[in-house]
Protein backbone atom coordinates (compact mmCIF):
# COMPACT_ATOMS: atom_id res chain seq x y z
CA UNK A 1 0.00 0.00 0.00
CA UNK A 2 1.19 3.40 -0.58
CA UNK A 3 1.32 5.80 1.82
CA UNK A 4 0.74 8.55 -0.42
CA UNK A 5 -2.80 8.68 -0.58
CA UNK A 6 -3.38 7.79 3.15
CA UNK A 7 -4.63 10.75 4.90
CA UNK A 8 -2.94 10.61 8.27
CA UNK A 9 -5.49 11.75 11.62
CA UNK A 10 -2.86 10.73 14.54
CA UNK A 11 0.44 12.04 14.67
CA UNK A 12 3.27 10.04 16.14
CA UNK A 13 4.87 11.42 19.24
CA UNK A 14 8.00 11.34 20.73
CA UNK A 15 8.65 12.63 24.08
CA UNK A 16 12.25 12.40 26.48
CA UNK A 17 13.47 9.07 26.75
CA UNK A 18 15.30 7.39 29.24
CA UNK A 19 18.48 5.64 28.03
CA UNK A 20 18.42 3.82 25.14
CA UNK A 21 20.53 0.73 25.52
CA UNK A 22 21.21 -2.68 24.03
CA UNK A 23 21.90 -4.48 20.59
CA UNK A 24 19.57 -3.51 17.59
CA UNK A 25 19.11 -5.16 14.09
CA UNK A 26 18.89 -2.26 11.84
CA UNK A 27 17.44 -2.96 8.67
CA UNK A 28 19.21 -3.93 5.12
CA UNK A 29 20.73 -1.69 3.21
CA UNK A 30 18.49 -0.06 0.75
CA UNK A 31 20.75 0.86 -1.82
CA UNK A 32 22.55 -2.54 -2.04
CA UNK A 33 19.06 -4.19 -1.69
CA UNK A 34 17.71 -2.53 -5.11
CA UNK A 35 20.88 -3.14 -6.70
CA UNK A 36 21.06 -6.84 -5.88
CA UNK A 37 17.64 -7.14 -7.56
CA UNK A 38 18.15 -5.84 -10.42
CA UNK A 39 21.76 -7.70 -10.87
CA UNK A 40 19.74 -10.54 -10.02
CA UNK A 41 17.27 -9.97 -12.84
CA UNK A 42 20.29 -9.39 -15.46
CA UNK A 43 22.10 -12.88 -14.24
CA UNK A 44 21.39 -16.11 -15.66
CA UNK A 45 20.29 -19.02 -13.00
CA UNK A 46 19.85 -18.05 -9.66
CA UNK A 47 20.89 -15.08 -7.22
CA UNK A 48 19.88 -15.41 -3.80
CA UNK A 49 19.56 -12.71 -1.51
CA UNK A 50 19.64 -12.70 2.57
CA UNK A 51 19.25 -9.35 4.71
CA UNK A 52 17.08 -7.72 1.65
CA UNK A 53 15.85 -4.16 3.01
CA UNK A 54 11.74 -4.92 3.42
CA UNK A 55 11.29 -1.11 2.71
CA UNK A 56 8.44 -0.08 0.47
CA UNK A 57 10.99 1.17 -1.68
CA UNK A 58 12.93 -2.23 -2.29
CA UNK A 59 9.36 -4.14 -3.02
CA UNK A 60 8.44 -2.12 -5.79
CA UNK A 61 12.08 -2.42 -7.06
CA UNK A 62 11.20 -6.69 -6.43
CA UNK A 63 7.90 -5.78 -8.20
CA UNK A 64 9.15 -4.18 -10.69
CA UNK A 65 11.74 -6.75 -12.08
CA UNK A 66 9.04 -9.68 -11.87
CA UNK A 67 7.37 -7.03 -14.58
CA UNK A 68 10.03 -7.28 -16.32
CA UNK A 69 10.41 -11.21 -16.42
CA UNK A 70 12.22 -12.10 -13.94
CA UNK A 71 10.90 -14.83 -11.45
CA UNK A 72 11.53 -13.10 -8.32
CA UNK A 73 10.88 -15.43 -4.64
CA UNK A 74 10.49 -14.10 -0.94
CA UNK A 75 11.03 -17.85 1.09
CA UNK A 76 12.45 -18.67 4.31
CA UNK A 77 16.17 -19.51 4.79
CA UNK A 78 17.52 -22.14 6.81
CA UNK A 79 17.80 -19.90 9.45
CA UNK A 80 13.84 -18.83 9.46
CA UNK A 81 15.12 -15.61 8.11
CA UNK A 82 13.87 -14.19 4.71
CA UNK A 83 16.01 -15.69 1.85
CA UNK A 84 14.79 -14.07 -1.90
CA UNK A 85 15.64 -15.78 -4.90
CA UNK A 86 15.52 -14.07 -7.96
CA UNK A 87 16.03 -15.90 -11.49
CA UNK A 88 17.40 -13.80 -14.10
CA UNK A 89 16.91 -13.42 -17.69
CA UNK A 90 20.73 -12.21 -18.44
CA UNK A 91 21.05 -9.25 -20.20
CA UNK A 92 19.81 -8.18 -23.03
CA UNK A 93 16.57 -10.39 -21.80
CA UNK A 94 14.13 -8.76 -19.90
CA UNK A 95 10.54 -8.33 -21.06
CA UNK A 96 8.04 -5.44 -21.70
CA UNK A 97 6.26 -4.70 -18.35
CA UNK A 98 2.06 -5.15 -19.16
CA UNK A 99 1.44 -2.26 -16.90
CA UNK A 100 2.48 1.21 -15.41
CA UNK A 101 5.91 0.56 -13.30
CA UNK A 102 5.00 2.42 -10.00
CA UNK A 103 7.94 3.38 -8.18
CA UNK A 104 6.34 4.74 -5.48
CA UNK A 105 8.55 6.85 -3.24
CA UNK A 106 11.50 5.98 -4.75
CA UNK A 107 13.92 8.06 -6.84
CA UNK A 108 17.41 5.35 -7.04
CA UNK A 109 14.34 2.52 -8.01
CA UNK A 110 13.07 5.17 -10.83
CA UNK A 111 16.47 6.67 -11.78
CA UNK A 112 18.07 2.92 -11.77
CA UNK A 113 15.40 1.28 -14.00
CA UNK A 114 14.79 4.34 -16.25
CA UNK A 115 18.43 3.48 -17.23
CA UNK A 116 17.70 0.09 -17.26
CA UNK A 117 15.11 0.21 -19.32
CA UNK A 118 16.36 2.03 -21.93
CA UNK A 119 18.32 -0.38 -22.82
CA UNK A 120 15.06 -2.33 -24.36
CA UNK A 121 13.33 -2.15 -27.76
CA UNK A 122 9.82 -1.50 -25.91
CA UNK A 123 8.31 1.24 -24.11
CA UNK A 124 8.22 1.54 -20.28
CA UNK A 125 5.36 3.59 -18.62
CA UNK A 126 7.24 4.62 -15.07
CA UNK A 127 4.73 6.50 -12.28
CA UNK A 128 5.51 7.30 -8.34
CA UNK A 129 3.85 8.99 -5.85
CA UNK A 130 3.45 12.86 -5.37
CA UNK A 131 7.16 13.23 -3.62
CA UNK A 132 9.00 11.30 -6.80
CA UNK A 133 6.37 13.17 -8.87
CA UNK A 134 7.80 16.26 -7.97
CA UNK A 135 11.73 15.08 -8.57
CA UNK A 136 13.60 15.70 -11.61
CA UNK A 137 14.27 12.76 -14.06
CA UNK A 138 16.42 15.19 -16.13
CA UNK A 139 19.77 14.65 -15.20
CA UNK A 140 19.02 11.01 -17.00
CA UNK A 141 17.42 11.47 -19.50
CA UNK A 142 20.22 13.73 -20.48
CA UNK A 143 22.55 11.39 -20.45
CA UNK A 144 20.19 8.19 -21.32
CA UNK A 145 18.87 10.11 -24.09
CA UNK A 146 22.57 9.71 -26.22
CA UNK A 147 22.39 6.28 -26.09
CA UNK A 148 19.65 6.46 -28.39
CA UNK A 149 16.50 6.05 -26.24
CA UNK A 150 13.55 8.28 -25.90
CA UNK A 151 11.62 10.10 -23.19
CA UNK A 152 8.81 11.41 -23.39
CA UNK A 153 7.64 13.27 -19.64
CA UNK A 154 5.78 16.25 -17.63
CA UNK A 155 7.30 19.96 -17.74
CA UNK A 156 10.32 20.39 -16.13
CA UNK A 157 11.64 16.29 -16.06
CA UNK A 158 8.93 14.85 -13.91
CA UNK A 159 7.53 11.66 -13.77
CA UNK A 160 5.04 9.81 -15.16
CA UNK A 161 7.16 9.32 -17.64
CA UNK A 162 7.44 6.90 -20.80
CA UNK A 163 10.79 5.63 -21.87
CA UNK A 164 11.24 4.00 -25.05
CA UNK A 165 14.61 1.86 -25.04
CA UNK A 166 16.68 1.55 -28.30
CA UNK A 167 17.74 -1.66 -29.69
CA UNK A 168 21.12 -0.91 -31.03
CA UNK A 169 21.75 0.75 -27.63
CA UNK A 170 25.30 3.08 -27.94
CA UNK A 171 27.94 2.76 -25.60
CA UNK A 172 28.03 6.50 -23.60
CA UNK A 173 31.04 8.78 -22.32
CA UNK A 174 29.58 11.45 -20.08
CA UNK A 175 30.91 13.68 -17.64
CA UNK A 176 28.05 14.04 -15.11
CA UNK A 177 28.23 17.65 -13.57
CA UNK A 178 26.78 16.49 -10.05
CA UNK A 179 28.24 13.29 -7.94
CA UNK A 180 24.84 11.11 -7.91
CA UNK A 181 25.48 7.74 -7.66
CA UNK A 182 21.86 7.59 -9.27
CA UNK A 183 22.83 9.50 -12.25
CA UNK A 184 26.46 7.26 -12.67
CA UNK A 185 24.22 3.76 -11.67
CA UNK A 186 21.43 4.77 -14.39
CA UNK A 187 24.19 4.89 -17.46
CA UNK A 188 26.60 2.15 -15.96
CA UNK A 189 22.99 0.06 -16.25
CA UNK A 190 22.55 0.70 -19.82
CA UNK A 191 26.29 0.47 -20.40
CA UNK A 192 25.92 -3.00 -19.36
CA UNK A 193 23.64 -3.43 -22.10
CA UNK A 194 25.90 -1.52 -24.89
CA UNK A 195 28.64 -3.30 -27.13
CA UNK A 196 31.90 -1.44 -25.71
CA UNK A 197 33.44 0.66 -22.95
CA UNK A 198 30.74 2.72 -21.36
CA UNK A 199 32.12 5.66 -19.40
CA UNK A 200 30.76 7.80 -16.56
CA UNK A 201 33.00 10.72 -14.89
CA UNK A 202 31.46 12.60 -11.81
CA UNK A 203 33.33 15.30 -9.86
CA UNK A 204 34.35 13.48 -6.63
CA UNK A 205 33.12 10.15 -6.07
CA UNK A 206 29.36 9.06 -4.86
CA UNK A 207 28.70 5.23 -3.63
CA UNK A 208 30.07 3.09 -5.32
CA UNK A 209 27.73 0.07 -4.58
CA UNK A 210 27.26 -0.36 -8.78
CA UNK A 211 30.39 -0.39 -9.04
CA UNK A 212 31.25 -2.66 -6.37
CA UNK A 213 28.38 -5.26 -7.29
CA UNK A 214 29.07 -5.56 -11.03
CA UNK A 215 32.66 -6.35 -9.60
CA UNK A 216 31.36 -9.34 -7.21
CA UNK A 217 29.23 -10.80 -10.77
CA UNK A 218 32.47 -10.72 -12.60
CA UNK A 219 31.97 -7.44 -14.75
CA UNK A 220 34.93 -5.84 -16.03
CA UNK A 221 34.83 -2.51 -14.43
CA UNK A 222 37.09 -0.27 -13.61
CA UNK A 223 37.27 2.94 -11.53
CA UNK A 224 39.74 5.77 -10.71
CA UNK A 225 40.05 8.98 -9.85
CA UNK A 226 41.93 11.13 -12.76
CA UNK A 227 43.50 14.56 -12.60
CA UNK A 228 42.16 17.16 -15.18
CA UNK A 229 45.31 19.01 -16.68
CA UNK A 230 45.16 22.54 -16.13
CA UNK A 231 42.54 24.63 -17.08
CA UNK A 232 39.89 21.96 -18.44
CA UNK A 233 38.81 21.16 -14.84
CA UNK A 234 35.00 22.27 -14.29
CA UNK A 235 34.86 21.30 -10.74
CA UNK A 236 38.40 20.83 -9.49
CA UNK A 237 41.49 19.02 -10.47
CA UNK A 238 40.45 15.67 -10.31
CA UNK A 239 37.28 13.85 -11.59
CA UNK A 240 36.29 10.04 -10.36
CA UNK A 241 36.23 8.01 -13.69
CA UNK A 242 34.04 4.23 -13.96
CA UNK A 243 34.54 2.48 -17.19
CA UNK A 244 32.52 -0.56 -18.16
CA UNK A 245 32.54 -2.88 -20.72
CA UNK A 246 29.17 -4.38 -21.99
CA UNK A 247 27.40 -7.21 -22.54
CA UNK A 248 28.89 -9.16 -20.08
CA UNK A 249 27.81 -13.60 -19.27
CA UNK A 250 26.39 -12.89 -15.78
CA UNK A 251 25.63 -16.04 -13.51
CA UNK A 252 23.43 -15.94 -10.26
CA UNK A 253 25.43 -15.03 -7.56
CA UNK A 254 24.64 -15.54 -3.12
CA UNK A 255 24.66 -11.80 -1.98
CA UNK A 256 24.24 -10.56 1.72
CA UNK A 257 22.81 -7.49 1.88
CA UNK A 258 24.85 -5.26 5.26
CA UNK A 259 22.72 -3.04 7.62
CA UNK A 260 22.07 0.01 6.01
CA UNK A 261 24.57 3.07 7.59
CA UNK A 262 21.37 5.75 6.77
CA UNK A 263 19.29 3.91 8.78
CA UNK A 264 21.79 2.99 11.31
CA UNK A 265 22.13 6.80 11.33
CA UNK A 266 19.37 7.36 13.69
CA UNK A 267 20.28 5.03 16.28
CA UNK A 268 23.61 6.18 16.46
CA UNK A 269 22.50 9.95 16.90
CA UNK A 270 19.68 9.24 19.21
CA UNK A 271 22.54 7.01 21.34
CA UNK A 272 24.97 10.13 21.03
CA UNK A 273 22.03 12.07 22.81
CA UNK A 274 19.90 10.22 25.28
CA UNK A 275 22.24 10.51 28.32
CA UNK A 276 23.01 6.88 29.52
CA UNK A 277 22.82 5.07 26.21
CA UNK A 278 24.82 2.45 25.08
CA UNK A 279 24.09 0.75 21.85
CA UNK A 280 25.02 -2.20 19.73
CA UNK A 281 24.35 -2.22 15.90
CA UNK A 282 25.62 -5.59 14.27
CA UNK A 283 26.58 -5.83 10.62
CA UNK A 284 26.49 -2.32 9.46
CA UNK A 285 27.96 -1.18 5.83
CA UNK A 286 30.79 0.73 6.26
CA UNK A 287 31.72 1.59 2.86
CA UNK A 288 33.88 5.10 2.99
CA UNK A 289 31.83 6.29 0.35
CA UNK A 290 28.68 6.26 3.22
CA UNK A 291 30.31 7.16 6.37
CA UNK A 292 30.47 10.95 6.47
CA UNK A 293 28.05 11.11 9.30
CA UNK A 294 30.29 8.90 11.21
CA UNK A 295 33.27 10.53 10.34
CA UNK A 296 32.20 13.88 11.43
CA UNK A 297 29.93 12.68 14.85
CA UNK A 298 33.66 11.68 15.86
CA UNK A 299 34.97 14.82 14.63
CA UNK A 300 31.89 16.32 17.32
CA UNK A 301 33.35 14.00 19.97
CA UNK A 302 30.89 10.98 19.38
CA UNK A 303 31.68 7.73 21.17
CA UNK A 304 31.90 5.64 18.19
CA UNK A 305 33.73 2.16 17.75
CA UNK A 306 34.04 -0.25 15.02
CA UNK A 307 34.85 -3.66 15.44
CA UNK A 308 34.84 -7.11 13.74
CA UNK A 309 35.36 -5.76 10.27
CA UNK A 310 34.61 -7.83 7.54
CA UNK A 311 33.68 -8.11 3.90
CA UNK A 312 30.25 -8.98 2.62
CA UNK A 313 29.22 -9.56 -1.34
CA UNK A 314 32.07 -6.57 -2.14
CA UNK A 315 31.48 -4.30 0.70
CA UNK A 316 33.33 -3.39 4.06
CA UNK A 317 31.34 -3.99 6.96
CA UNK A 318 31.86 -3.64 11.04
CA UNK A 319 29.75 -3.79 14.33
CA UNK A 320 29.13 -0.37 15.58
CA UNK A 321 29.19 0.68 19.19
CA UNK A 322 28.24 3.53 20.26
CA UNK A 323 27.78 5.50 23.64
CA UNK A 324 26.24 8.72 24.95
CA UNK A 325 29.00 11.68 24.27
CA UNK A 326 28.70 15.52 24.53
CA UNK A 327 29.41 16.60 21.06
CA UNK A 328 30.07 20.28 20.03
CA UNK A 329 29.44 22.11 16.79
CA UNK A 330 31.94 22.12 13.97
CA UNK A 331 32.09 23.27 10.13
CA UNK A 332 31.48 20.19 7.81
CA UNK A 333 33.44 20.94 4.87
CA UNK A 334 30.95 20.45 1.20
CA UNK A 335 33.80 17.75 -0.01
CA UNK A 336 31.85 15.85 2.49
CA UNK A 337 28.31 16.08 0.93
CA UNK A 338 28.67 12.95 -0.96
CA UNK A 339 29.69 10.77 1.54
CA UNK A 340 26.66 11.75 3.69
CA UNK A 341 24.38 13.35 1.58
CA UNK A 342 20.88 11.27 2.90
CA UNK A 343 22.54 12.14 6.57
CA UNK A 344 22.40 16.02 6.78
CA UNK A 345 18.45 15.44 8.56
CA UNK A 346 19.78 13.34 11.26
CA UNK A 347 23.21 15.38 11.38
CA UNK A 348 20.76 18.72 11.71
CA UNK A 349 19.33 16.90 15.01
CA UNK A 350 22.70 16.16 16.48
CA UNK A 351 24.00 19.76 15.55
CA UNK A 352 20.76 21.37 17.29
CA UNK A 353 21.28 19.44 20.69
CA UNK A 354 25.60 20.09 20.13
CA UNK A 355 27.89 22.62 21.93
CA UNK A 356 28.24 26.06 19.66
CA UNK A 357 27.34 26.30 16.00
CA UNK A 358 27.95 23.81 13.28
CA UNK A 359 27.40 25.32 9.70
CA UNK A 360 27.01 22.47 6.57
CA UNK A 361 27.97 23.24 3.23
CA UNK A 362 27.28 22.15 -0.01
CA UNK A 363 24.21 21.36 0.32
CA UNK A 364 22.31 22.25 -2.85
CA UNK A 365 21.14 18.32 -3.68
CA UNK A 366 19.35 18.14 -0.35
CA UNK A 367 16.73 20.35 -2.05
CA UNK A 368 15.57 17.78 -4.38
CA UNK A 369 15.83 14.51 -2.09
CA UNK A 370 12.17 12.86 -1.46
CA UNK A 371 11.28 16.40 0.07
CA UNK A 372 13.27 19.64 0.26
CA UNK A 373 15.32 18.88 3.19
CA UNK A 374 17.06 22.34 3.46
CA UNK A 375 13.72 23.89 4.03
CA UNK A 376 12.58 21.10 6.13
CA UNK A 377 15.07 20.92 8.79
CA UNK A 378 15.20 24.87 9.23
CA UNK A 379 11.69 25.19 9.48
CA UNK A 380 11.29 22.36 11.83
CA UNK A 381 14.17 22.75 14.27
CA UNK A 382 12.93 26.43 14.58
CA UNK A 383 9.38 25.71 15.26
CA UNK A 384 11.23 23.19 17.75
CA UNK A 385 13.01 26.52 19.05
CA UNK A 386 16.32 25.98 17.78
CA UNK A 387 18.48 28.80 15.96
CA UNK A 388 18.56 27.48 12.35
CA UNK A 389 18.74 28.89 9.02
CA UNK A 390 18.91 27.44 5.43
CA UNK A 391 21.89 30.66 3.68
CA UNK A 392 22.12 29.42 -0.35
CA UNK A 393 23.54 25.79 0.01
CA UNK A 394 24.15 25.76 3.55
CA UNK A 395 22.58 25.14 7.01
CA UNK A 396 23.62 26.75 10.06
CA UNK A 397 22.56 25.14 13.08
CA UNK A 398 23.03 26.40 16.78
CA UNK A 399 23.25 23.88 19.47
CA UNK A 400 21.32 24.27 22.81
CA UNK A 401 18.73 21.14 22.49
CA UNK A 402 15.09 22.16 21.61
CA UNK A 403 13.45 24.98 23.82
CA UNK A 404 10.16 25.10 25.09
CA UNK A 405 8.04 22.12 26.44
CA UNK A 406 4.55 22.28 24.60
CA UNK A 407 4.09 19.87 21.89
CA UNK A 408 5.10 20.44 18.30
CA UNK A 409 4.01 18.94 15.31
CA UNK A 410 6.20 18.63 12.02
CA UNK A 411 4.42 18.00 8.49
CA UNK A 412 6.85 15.16 7.19
CA UNK A 413 5.81 15.96 3.35
CA UNK A 414 5.97 11.65 2.43
CA UNK A 415 9.71 12.22 3.46
CA UNK A 416 10.93 9.13 5.78
CA UNK A 417 14.13 10.77 6.97
CA UNK A 418 12.52 13.91 8.13
CA UNK A 419 10.20 12.33 10.45
CA UNK A 420 12.49 9.87 11.61
CA UNK A 421 15.00 12.65 12.37
CA UNK A 422 12.67 14.89 14.00
CA UNK A 423 11.17 11.63 16.60
CA UNK A 424 15.03 11.34 17.47
CA UNK A 425 14.82 15.28 18.52
CA UNK A 426 12.10 14.38 20.35
CA UNK A 427 13.98 11.93 22.53
CA UNK A 428 15.57 15.20 24.14
CA UNK A 429 14.15 17.91 26.46
CA UNK A 430 11.07 18.47 27.63
CA UNK A 431 9.19 19.50 24.66
CA UNK A 432 7.02 16.52 22.69
CA UNK A 433 7.58 16.37 19.15
CA UNK A 434 5.60 15.04 16.66
CA UNK A 435 5.02 13.94 13.37
CA UNK A 436 1.82 14.22 11.07
CA UNK A 437 2.93 10.80 8.95
CA UNK A 438 4.86 8.20 10.41
CA UNK A 439 4.15 5.93 7.27
CA UNK A 440 6.68 7.54 5.47
CA UNK A 441 9.38 5.67 7.45
CA UNK A 442 7.75 2.45 6.18
CA UNK A 443 9.93 3.40 2.37
CA UNK A 444 13.18 2.36 3.90
CA UNK A 445 13.29 1.33 8.04
CA UNK A 446 10.09 -0.43 8.73
CA UNK A 447 8.61 -0.88 12.41
CA UNK A 448 11.41 1.84 13.46
CA UNK A 449 9.09 3.22 16.11
CA UNK A 450 8.68 -0.63 17.42
CA UNK A 451 12.46 -1.37 17.36
CA UNK A 452 13.63 2.34 19.15
CA UNK A 453 10.95 2.27 21.70
CA UNK A 454 12.40 -1.57 22.49
CA UNK A 455 15.79 0.18 23.00
CA UNK A 456 14.03 2.67 25.41
CA UNK A 457 12.36 5.59 23.30
CA UNK A 458 9.18 7.08 24.27
CA UNK A 459 6.78 7.01 20.48
CA UNK A 460 3.47 6.89 20.26
CA UNK A 461 0.29 7.48 18.46
CA UNK A 462 -1.73 9.78 19.88
CA UNK A 463 -3.62 13.38 19.46
CA UNK A 464 -1.45 16.35 20.61
CA UNK A 465 -2.89 17.95 23.54
C1 LIG B 1 21.31 6.61 -3.87
C2 LIG B 1 21.98 7.75 -4.24
C3 LIG B 1 21.78 9.04 -3.58
C4 LIG B 1 21.03 8.92 -2.27
C5 LIG B 1 19.87 7.97 -2.37
C6 LIG B 1 20.36 6.58 -2.75
C7 LIG B 1 21.58 5.35 -4.61
O1 LIG B 1 21.05 9.89 -4.45
O2 LIG B 1 20.57 10.17 -1.84
O3 LIG B 1 19.18 7.87 -1.13
O4 LIG B 1 21.24 4.27 -4.09
O5 LIG B 1 22.17 5.42 -5.69
P1 LIG B 1 21.77 10.83 -5.56
O6 LIG B 1 22.33 9.94 -6.60
O7 LIG B 1 20.65 11.69 -6.07
O8 LIG B 1 22.80 11.61 -4.82
Wanted: charge should be neutral; charged fraction near 20%; glycine fraction near 10%.
Amino acid sequence: MSHAASTPSIPTVSSRAKSLTGRAVVPGDKSISHRALIMGALAVGETTITGLLMGEDVLRTAAVMAALGAKVEESKGPDGKPLWRVWGRGIGGLTEPADILDMGNSGTGARLIAGLVSAYPFTTFMTGDASLRRRPMDRIIKPLSQTGARFTCRAGGRLPMAVTGTPLPMPLSYDSPIASAQVKSAVLLAGLHAPGLTTVTEPVASRDHTERMFRYFGVDVRSETVKIPAGRGQHGSSRYKVEVLGQPELSGRPINVPADPSSAAFLVVSALLVPGSHLILPNIGINPLRTGLFDTLQEMGADITYTNRREEAGEPVADLEVKYSALKGINVPAERAPSMIDEYPILAVAAACADGVTRMDGLGELKVKESDRLAAMANGLKACGVAADAVGESLIVRGGGPKGNAPVLIPVELDHRIAMSFLVLGMVGERPIAVDDASAINTSFPDFVGLMNGLGANIESRELS
